[in-house]
């Protein structure tokens, strides 16, 4: 029984650890892979150099060249997180996000936006949020549509082609998967998004000011927008690992000759690259080690644990089997009455033990060879001794 019991306890424990791997896998990791409420704000630079680029400073318009550094910084906001309401609760996560373009030699400031806007925690995407704004021109544009990709991937990104929302443009081009690529020891997915020579949607008050300095002829125009964006995915995480942008305007008057505003090929430096690797293996060791290692750990040793408790459990039945048939085979033994216990069988032993009802008539064999007066031992000699003795 003590064996069974044992079998049956590793059986239990063994069922016990399976469940409990099932649960990581179909529970744990799927609450995991989430936008966390508590992340950590994060910032990338990436640098551009030997760059052509428009500058206003004090009302002076002019082109310059020399190295840009842009600077964007992540903010995830508690407060306006708690406060989403509808699809949006548990769902999403409301991020604030600035932007600065600096030159490297005097840290002017060349260019600069903010936004805020709330992500889907699973796939990272831009959700329809009434508190949306982006504010790239002195103003808050709170009827801006985000949508797509922005700042983060789905965990768990697919080989396939995806969306990336554009600022310049205010709306959403393809990215096209374009193969893999280790950075930083990560195998990451390279998308690849081409923008051509697409119109920019500019207001009059910052289209005049440009035709009037490059165009002083025309009467109207307009800026045309080209962007190569490159962006290199973990795909276990949708992190972004390194980006580059090769982006370019142009002023394109009714009357005069083309105007370049802007031709920079800005990338992530080394120092963005190796911080976005570092927190992108954290998270996929976690996820990983919730995902792959600890449950394929409790499966072995669960069904070891079954294992051991089926077979524990059949020896303690086989040898409860066995003492079975060993008793089923045993002779019987009979006992021997208990003098005393019944009283005619005392009084026929006895009556044995003296002779009984015949020690009459048939004398004790020791009377075979005893004369009337004495002993005498029979002689021991051969039989012809006595025939030679009577002659």
């Given at each position: 029984m003590k064996h069974r019991a044992i079998g049956a306890v590793l059986f239990g424990v063994g069922g016990l650890l399976l469940a409990l791997a099932?649960?990581?896998?179909?529970?744990?990791?799927?609450?995991?892979?989430?936008?966390?409420?508590?992340?950590?704000?994060?910032?990338s630079v990436a640098e551009a150099t030997n760059a052509e680029f428009l500058q206003i400073?004090?009302?002076?318009?002019?082109?310059?060249?020399?190295?840009?550094?842009?600077?964007?910084?992540?903010?995830?906001?508690?407060?306006?997180?708690?406060?989403?309401?509808?699809?949006?609760?548990?769902?999403?996560?409301?991020?604030?996000?600035?932007?600065?373009?600096?030159r490297v030699d005097n840290n002017q400031l060349v260019s600069a936006y903010g936004a805020q806007l709330a992500l889907d925690r699973v796939s990272g995407a831009a959700q329809e949020w009434n508190g949306q704004w982006l504010d790239d021109t002195g103003e808050q544009d709170k009827g801006i549509k985000f949508a797509g990709q922005i700042y983060k991937f789905p965990f768990n990104t697919e080989k396939k082609?995806?969306?990336?929302?554009?600022?310049?443009?205010?709306?959403?081009?393809?990215?096209?998967?374009?193969?893999?690529?280790n950075i930083k020891g990560i195998e990451t997915y390279r998308f690849e998004q081409v923008i051509t020579d697409e119109p920019l949607n500019?207001?009059?008050?910052?289209?005049?000011?440009?035709?009037?300095?490059?165009?002083?002829?025309?009467?109207?125009?307009?800026?045309?927008?080209s962007n190569q964006r490159t962006v290199w995915v973990d795909p276990v995480t949708g992190?972004?690992?390194?980006?580059?942008?090769?982006?370019?305007?142009?002023?394109?008057?009714?009357?005069?000759?083309?105007?370049?505003?802007?031709?920079?090929?800005?990338?992530?430096?080394?120092a963005t690259i190796t911080a976005s690797a570092d927190r992108a293996k954290d998270s996929r060791d976690s996820l990983r080690l919730l995902s792959v290692y600890a449950p394929i750990g409790l499966v072995v040793l669960g069904l070891a644990l079954l294992v051991g408790g089926v077979l524990v459990g059949r020896r303690a039945s086989a040898a409860v089997a066995a003492e079975a048939r060993h008793r089923a085979d045993a002779p019987t033994r009979v006992e021997e009455p208990v003098r005393g216990a019944d009283p005619a069988t005392d009084e026929q032993a006895e009556s044995d033990r003296q002779?009984?009802?015949?020690?009459?008539?048939?004398?004790?064999?020791?009377?075979?060879?005893?004369?009337?007066?004495?002993?005498?031992?029979?002689?021991?000699r051969p039989a012809v001794d006595d025939e030679a003795e009577k002659r």
């Open positions: 099932a649960g990581l896998v179909f529970v744990v990791t799927p609450a995991l892979a989430k936008l966390p409420y508590d992340l950590d704000p994060s910032t400073n004090d009302g002076s318009i002019k082109i310059n060249n020399g190295t840009l550094k842009s600077t964007v910084l992540v903010t995830p906001l508690a407060k306006e997180t708690a406060d989403l309401t509808g699809d949006l609760d548990g769902k999403a996560v409301v991020w604030q996000v600035g932007q600065t373009v600096e082609d995806y969306q990336i929302f554009d600022r310049d443009l205010r709306a959403v081009r393809d990215a096209k998967f374009a193969g893999t690529e500019l207001g009059t008050d910052r289209l005049t000011p440009l035709l009037a300095t490059f165009a002083p002829g025309a009467t109207d125009g307009k800026v045309v927008y992190s972004f690992i390194k980006v580059r942008e090769v982006q370019k305007k142009v002023l394109t008057p009714n009357v005069g000759a083309p105007t370049t505003l802007l031709n920079a090929d800005f990338a992530y430096n080394d002779g009984g009802p015949l020690s009459d008539e048939i004398p004790p064999a020791s009377t075979n060879w005893r004369t009337d007066e004495e002993s005498t031992v029979p002689s021991q």
